[in-house]
T-cell receptor, first 115, second 115 residues
Framework: DQQVKQNSPSLSVQEGRISILNCDYT??????FLWYKKYPAEGPTFLIS?????DKNEDGRFTVFLNKSAKHLSLHIVPSQPGDSAVYFC??????????????FGKGTLLTVNP | EPEVTQTPSHQVTQMGQEVILRCVPI?????FYWYRQILGQKVEFLVS????????KSEIFDDQFSVERPDGSNFTLKIRSTKLEDSAMYFC?????????????FGPGTRLLVL
């Protein structure tokens, strides 16, 4: 049951360039989307989120784009820094009544930023 | 900055033994969650807890699992009789009450190994 898919297991970019991480979803009830960053032996750290009423949300170097018709979202990191090297998880929730906003995660993409 | 804490960081147990994983959510948060991540797999939702009761649970959360908020600060996950397949990272998360979603904040996790 892959309601949230991250089809690229890994991505490697040069420091200073743009990193683009992609995520697709199949459940049309999802209306809130999040990106988490995870280092080994740590818990997921919240990065940025977007509600389905928007198509873009920006926070510093991080921008999330949502294309509802394509059921696709992406995370852009500009400029990429070596400290950004981590696993990035896309997650989604359904804010409809009774769902309690449980998160459904993708498998993650390992981003490596090379100096 | 407030954070979710979890103890222990590592737990090794024999199959059939009971384990209790502990979490201290962020103090003004009202929704609490447990997730797990089996090695190499996705982060999976186990259970959500609100207003001193389970609000939703996944099919993974069978009769061997229970959660409790014994006082105003701790949130525990108990596995009554552990199985080999319970070996995983267990993450606690919490979220403040807000309309329409909002990020969940995760603890560092407990690595459970069942032998």
């Amino acid at each position: 049951d892959q309601q949230v898919k991250q089809n690229s297991p890994s991505l490697s970019v040069q420091e200073g360039r743009i990193s683009i991480l992609n995520c697709d979803y199949t459940n049309s009830m999802f209306d809130y989307f999040l990106w988490y960053k995870k280092y080994p032996a740590e818990g997921p750290t919240f990065l940025i989120s977007i509600s389905s009423i928007k198509d873009k949300n920006e926070d510093g170097r991080f921008t999330v784009f949502l294309n509802k018709s394509a059921k696709h979202l992406s995370l852009h990191i500009v400029p990429s820094q070596p400290g950004d090297s981590a696993v990035y998880f896309c997650a989604a929730s359904d804010s409809g009544g009774g769902s309690n906003y449980k998160l459904t995660f993708g498998k993650g993409t390992l981003l490596t930023v090379n100096p | 900055e407030p954070e979710v804490t979890q103890t222990p960081s590592h737990q090794v147990t024999q199959m059939g033994q009971e384990v209790i994983l502990r979490c201290v959510p962020i103090s003004n948060h009202l929704y609490f969650y447990w997730y797990r991540q089996i090695l190499g797999q996705k982060v999976e939702f186990l259970v959500s807890f609100y207003n001193n009761e389970i609000s939703e649970k996944s099919e993974i959360f069978d009769d061997q699992f229970s959660v409790e908020r014994p006082d105003g600060s701790n949130f525990t996950l108990k596995i009554r009789s552990t199985k080999l397949e319970d070996s995983a990272m267990y993450f606690c998360a919490s979220r403040p009450k807000s309309g329409g979603g909002g990020p969940q904040y995760f603890g560092p996790g407990t690595r459970l190994l069942v032998l």
